[in-house]
């Protein structure tokens, strides 16, 4: 929960719409300098006047309605860009490119668990066992 002044300075510095939907999303109103833009849209913020652990943040692409709230998890983030989150890495993957997705490495994808395009199995083997079913003779 933030204090009176700096929920102030955030609806002031944000304005009325996204400042309702920082509140909605995120439970918190920030501000904060955007650091850079992954490939998938999501923004990647600083503020240094924040207490620690709480300097940076990444605003979700799929955020951009006020009703989308159960669309963004953090499986959505890029390794790279994890590794800046989590202060891992010290420069953002704009500069530091260590980080870097091979080329021969698959494309990221986000964990799609829980969705409609989530993988399911299925069987490709032969049943071991068969149903019974009971031959019935004629009566005279």
């Given at each position: 929960m933030s204090s009176l002044p700096r929920t102030i300075k955030g609806f002031l510095k944000l304005g009325p719409s996204r400042f309702m939907r920082q509140l909605n999303n995120m439970g918190d109103t920030k501000v904060?300098?955007?650091?850079?833009?992954?490939k998938f849209g999501n923004k990647y913020f600083e503020n240094l006047n924040e207490s620690y652990?709480?300097?940076?943040?990444?605003?979700?692409?799929?955020?951009?309605?006020?009703?989308?709230?159960?669309?963004?998890?953090?499986?959505?983030?890029?390794?790279?860009?994890?590794?800046?989150?989590?202060?891992?890495?010290?420069?953002?993957?704009t500069i530091d490119k260590s980080m870097a997705a091979p080329k021969w490495g698959v494309e990221f994808t986000e964990n799609l668990t829980g969705s409609p395009k989530a993988f399911k199995t299925y069987n490709t083997t032969r049943a071991k066992f068969q149903a019974w079913t009971p031959k019935v003779a004629n009566r005279a």
């Open positions: 904060g300098t955007l650091i850079g833009t992954d652990g709480r300097t940076r943040w990444v605003q979700f692409a799929k955020e951009d309605s006020f009703f989308s709230r159960a669309e963004a998890n953090a499986s959505q983030v890029p390794a790279e860009w994890h590794g800046w989150l989590h202060r891992m890495l010290d420069a953002p993957p």
